[in-house]
């Protein structure tokens, strides 16, 4: 399939075209996948309640569907109706590392779809921290997924010349800013269990979340978001 040059558009990384980015949430509200910039990698976004879009970003990722994917919000009072409850381990972490690199697993509530979230009942939430990002969010009314725009297993992309073929040629736009800053992606803690439980150690050090809570938090076993 081949790749037209109007899937990419290049956009200012702090202060993005709005024409450009109301093109982007209206091709997400759609059920269109869209590359855009997150603050390490770019991301593969999707309208997070539309089952079909989201079944979309496993089929392009190629990626094992037992997984979660994380979605993206604008703002902290959108939790509310995304998770069954938040709890109060979860508010420090909120306050000090949002908007950041952390993203927080709670209990999925059930207006999101089954797929989204790897049939696990949880749910993988940051709080977007890149211009072009918080933008698109907020255009769009509503989360959107996060996944890096990758294959499956293999490394994130800090450019867009650094995505796969496969991935160019199954979405609807991509959103060029640059090169991103890469890095290590977000720590991704469990905040359902008490005490929560580091998934994956990234840009916030499990040092700063145990000191934040008082106590070291548990070690769990390594889950790709």
């Known amino acids: 399939m081949e790749v037209k040059d109007s899937t990419f558009v290049s956009v200012d990384p702090q202060s993005p075209d709005k024409e450009t980015i109301r093109r982007a949430a209206a091709l997400i509200k759609k059920g269109g996948l869209v590359v855009f910039p997150t603050s390490s990698f770019y991301g593969l976004g999707a309208d997070a309640f539309n089952t079909e ?55 999925a509530a059930d207006v999101l779809p089954s797929n989204l979230c790897g049939h696990t009942g949880k749910i993988g939430i940051r709080l977007a921290g890149h211009p072009v990002a918080s933008h698109l969010v907020s255009t769009v ?63 916030v050090a499990a040092e700063r979340i145990g000191a934040l809570l008082q106590a070291p938090p548990a070690a769990g076993p390594a889950m790709r978001f």
Request: glycine residues 10%; contains cysteine; hydrophobic residues 40%.
């Open 53 to 107: 879009a989201v079944d979309k970003v496993f089929q392009v990722k190629k990626r094992d569907r037992r997984k979660p994917v994380l979605i993206l919000i604008n703002h902290v009072r959108e939790l509310v109706s995304l998770v069954k409850s938040i709890p109060d381990q979860a508010k420090p972490l909120i306050e000090a590392f949002w908007p950041g690199g952390l993203t927080l697993v709670f209990k």
């Open 141 to 203: 009314g509503g989360p959107i997924t996060a996944t890096s725009a990758n294959i499956s297993g293999r490394g994130g992309c800090t450019a867009v010349v650094e995505l796969d073929s496969h991935i160019k040629e199954h979405v609807d736009l991509v959103l060029d800013a640059g090169c991103l800053a890469g890095g290590k992606g977000s720590t991704v803690v469990d905040v359902t269990v008490e005490p929560p439980i580091i998934l994956r150690e990234g840009v």
